[in-house]
């Protein structure tokens, strides 16, 4: 109801004003209302409100943007630790670094219950990682991981951890392929530290269970290769060397001197072959060389001179397996040969058919 005013009258008294009975109905009929309102209210009506957003006080009433919410985060300091966060549901942001964090700059989500377990969303403010973690009863924290998205996993295109950086199958890039991530980077040409891989390539990476490995696999896109390497990340270990996978593509391909170490070169084959039904030659990855030539017709008390097609480190051991007809075996004995070819002299002046095979190497 409106409420009833209380004619009082003239003074001194109070002639012309409500009656003492009047003004006793009056007042009943309002404090009725007053109390019946009164009953009405719950117990936050006797209770204090809170002091700021990051007063937890237990039994005092929340406002709007208490714990961050429907306001800004609480604001942490560096000295401060994400693990003693009060045990309550709030926003929290850390902008100048803190302890027991995932990154220095980072806005917590916080969801808590009365029984001590704790689960934090941490957004890095720089970029676009999420990390989750958990704490269980006895309260012990599970280590901070990284969600995947677009960012940190190179599902699509984003920023990379290096300004200007974008990683993603569509994004190509010329940064190292030192990559902090699990995920897929493209580039434009070969990844740093690939020599000879100048195809568009894609490089995987992953981290094993122990976060000192990682393995990195480098597949062409727009040519025929792939190359892979794993090595540790402790402080001081150097990259190992990028290793070609063979395979029926490039097994059968130009072959590169391996060296004392025996290890194969980037991008080589293992076994090398060239010429033509009558002249070709192998060449094997560990050394060993087989060439053949097979010609017709010489002249008599005149040297030939076979050139392999292909050149030995050192003389090889050469052998005429097939000479016809058998009259002419003999010009066999008059022969010598050196690394480049294989000389021979004979009687004969038939028109005869020679096949010289040479076994040696094409290196150490």
């Not at 926003?91 to 302890?99: C, D, R, T, Y």
Request: glycine share 12%; charged share 10%.
């Amino acid at each position: 109801m409106a409420r009833q005013e209380i004619n009082i009258g003239a003074a001194p008294t109070g002639v012309g004003g409500d009656t003492p009975r009047s003004a006793s109905i009056k007042i009943n009929a309002m404090t009725q209302e007053l109390f019946a309102r009164q009953a009405q209210l719950g117990t936050a009506a006797t209770q204090n409100v809170v002091t700021g957003s990051d007063d937890f006080t237990p039994g005092r009433v929340s406002m709007m943007g208490h714990a961050g919410w429907g306001s800004t985060p609480i604001s942490k300091q560096p000295t401060d630790d994400a693990n003693e966060l009060p045990r309550v549901s709030g926003l929290f942001q850390f902008g100048n670094g803190g302890i027991n964090l995932p990154n220095p700059f980072v806005q917590i989500l916080q969801v808590a219950n009365s029984g001590g377990y704790v689960w934090q969303t941490a957004k890095a403010m720089l970029d676009e990682s999420v990390f989750t973690r958990g704490r269980r009863g006895d309260g012990l924290w599970s280590p901070w991981r990284a969600e995947i998205n677009t960012s940190v996993f190179a599902l699509g295109t984003g920023p990379g951890a290096t300004p200007g950086e974008l990683i993603g199958l569509s994004a190509a890039q010329t940064a190292s392929p030192n990559k902090a991530n699990t995920g897929l980077y493209s580039y434009y040409g070969h990844p740093d530290g690939v020599p000879g891989f100048t195809a568009v390539s894609v490089l995987s990476q992953a981290w094993g269970h122990d976060p000192q490995w990682r393995a990195q696999l480098s597949m062409a896109v727009s040519g025929d290769g792939i190359h892979f390497r794993q090595f540790s990340v402790n402080p001081g270990a150097a990259a190992p060397n990028w290793r070609s996978i063979l395979h029926n593509g490039n097994a059968i391909s130009g072959v590169l001197n391996a060296g004392p170490s025996g290890a194969l070169p980037i991008n080589s084959g293992l076994i090398e072959r060239g010429g033509a039904l009558d002249n070709w030659y192998f060449r094997f990855a560990g050394g060993l060389q087989i060439c053949q030539q097979r010609f017709t017709g010489y002249t008599a008390g005149v040297t030939r001179n076979v050139a392999w097609l292909a050149a030995f480190a050192d003389t090889p051991v050469a052998v005429f397996p097939n000479i016809y007809p058998s009259v002419d075996w003999d010009m066999s004995a008059r022969c010598y040969g050196n690394s480049g070819s294989y000389f021979f002299m004979s009687d004969r002046t038939l028109n005869n058919i020679v096949t010289v095979t040479a076994i040696g190497r094409w290196h150490a």
